[in-house]
């Protein structure tokens, strides 16, 4: 017996699964969730201390800047990603949501080499990248995130165009 708004062939076994498959989904992906709110937490306490070490107790101000922009974009990133987890927006969202999230870590991607280039050698990395892989690191970074900036336009301009294609109809011109 067919009812409406099944599809042809389809069971109640066949709806229990894909209904307790859709439940197992849910619950994952809430559990993703948490996870990336506990680290966006993290990222945040982190910031906080990693500002206090430099700014405060070491009175360097640069190095604190730099540490609590890294930490801000990190959080950023943390939270971009937990807006797409949970939205259930079209597939052009998420691809624009994801296409945004790898813009802002290409960013800060490209501030890390940045400030990694003006640091002093430490102790965990005794010797300083040189003026020419610098270059190349921030080239290399520069034009994945011209590609990704490119491919976001493009996304926008295909999600638009079907605005576009309809021509208005006769209350429009009234208004």
Same mark, same amino acid.
């Given at each position: 017996?067919?009812?409406?708004?099944?599809?042809?062939? #389809?069971?109640?076994?066949?709806?229990? +699964?894909?209904?307790?498959?859709?439940?197992?989904?849910?619950?994952?992906?809430?559990?993703?969730?948490?996870?990336?709110?506990?680290?966006? =937490?993290?990222?945040?306490?982190?910031?906080?201390?990693?500002?206090?070490?430099?700014?405060?107790?070491?009175?360097?101000?640069?190095?604190?800047?730099?540490?609590?922009?890294?930490? =801000?974009?990190?959080? +950023?990133?943390?939270? #971009?990603? %937990?807006?797409?987890?949970?939205?259930?927006? =079209?597939?052009?969202?998420?691809?624009? #949501?994801?296409?945004?999230?790898?813009?802002?870590?290409?960013?800060?991607?490209?501030?890390?080499?940045?400030?990694?280039?003006?640091?002093? !050698? #430490?102790?965990?990395?005794?010797? =300083?990248?040189?003026?020419? $892989?610098?270059? +190349? $690191?921030?080239?290399?970074?520069?034009?994945?995130?011209?590609?990704?900036? +490119?491919?976001?336009?493009?996304?926008?301009?295909?999600?638009?165009?079907?605005?576009?294609?309809?021509? !208005? $109809?006769?209350? $429009?011109?009234? %208004?």
């Amino acid at each position: 017996m067919m009812t409406h708004g099944h599809e042809p062939g #389809e069971t109640r076994v066949d709806r229990r +699964i894909a209904h307790a498959l859709a439940v197992v989904e849910r619950v994952l992906v809430y559990v993703v969730a948490l996870f990336l709110v506990g680290f966006a =937490a993290l990222a945040l306490v982190n910031t906080v201390a990693q500002v206090n070490l430099y700014v405060v107790m070491e009175k360097n101000y640069n190095a604190g800047i730099a540490a609590g922009i890294d930490s =801000a974009f990190l959080t +950023i990133i943390l939270l #971009e990603l %937990l807006h797409t987890v949970l939205s259930q927006a =079209a597939f052009m969202q998420e691809v624009q #949501e994801f296409l945004v999230i790898g813009v802002t870590s290409g960013v800060r991607r490209s501030l890390e080499i940045a400030v990694g280039s003006s640091a002093t !050698p #430490e102790a965990g990395h005794p010797v =300083a990248p040189s003026s020419r $892989d610098v270059v +190349i $690191d921030l080239g290399v970074n520069a034009l994945g995130v011209l590609v990704l900036v +490119i491919a976001l336009w493009l996304v926008r301009q295909v999600a638009s165009a079907p605005a576009q294609r309809h021509p !208005p $109809d006769a209350s $429009d011109a009234l %208004l």
